[in-house]
């Protein structure tokens, strides 16, 4: 059985940083990819960074681009998100997501479609 678990999340100052972690068990991540989606109350998900297994090849969205970088470390199946400069945007659920099937492509790592796993997400608020 296929498994996300996130952590890493927690109250951050704007301008702050967090760093999230989410652990897949239950399949490998090597010969696919990991997503990082958002959700904030009353909007819409939205995609925010992936990588791939295989050659950790990343994606990012571009409200993100320069702040967040993501890595997988495929020794511990897991993947990270690395949030700098964090902006004083409305509370967000963060989700990593597993890409299925195998192997993951490029021009839809931005999709929610992609991804069959979801886990429960960290949910972290930024204070003013």
């Known amino acids: 059985q296929v498994q996300l678990v996130e952590s890493g999340g927690g109250l951050v100052q704007p301008g702050g940083s967090l760093r999230l972690s989410c652990v897949l068990s239950?399949?490998?991540?090597?010969?696919?990819?990991m997503a990082w989606f958002r959700q904030a109350p009353e909007k819409e998900r939205e995609f925010v960074a992936a990588?791939?297994?295989?050659?950790?090849?990343?994606h990012y969205a571009d409200s993100v681009k320069g702040r967040f970088t993501t890595a997988a470390e495929s020794a511990k199946n897991a993947v990270y998100l690395q949030m700098n400069s964090l902006l004083p945007d409305c509370p967000a659920v963060y989700c990593c997501?597993?890409?299925?099937?195998?192997?993951?492509?490029?021009?839809?790592?931005?999709?929610?479609?992609?991804?069959?796993?979801w886990g429960q997400g960290p949910q972290f608020p930024v204070s003013s």
């Open positions: 990588v791939t297994g295989m050659n950790a090849a990343t």
């Open positions: 997501a597993l890409y299925a099937p195998p192997p993951a492509v490029m021009s839809s790592l931005r999709f929610a479609t992609s991804y069959a796993s």
């Open positions: 239950g399949r490998t991540l090597s010969n696919s990819g």
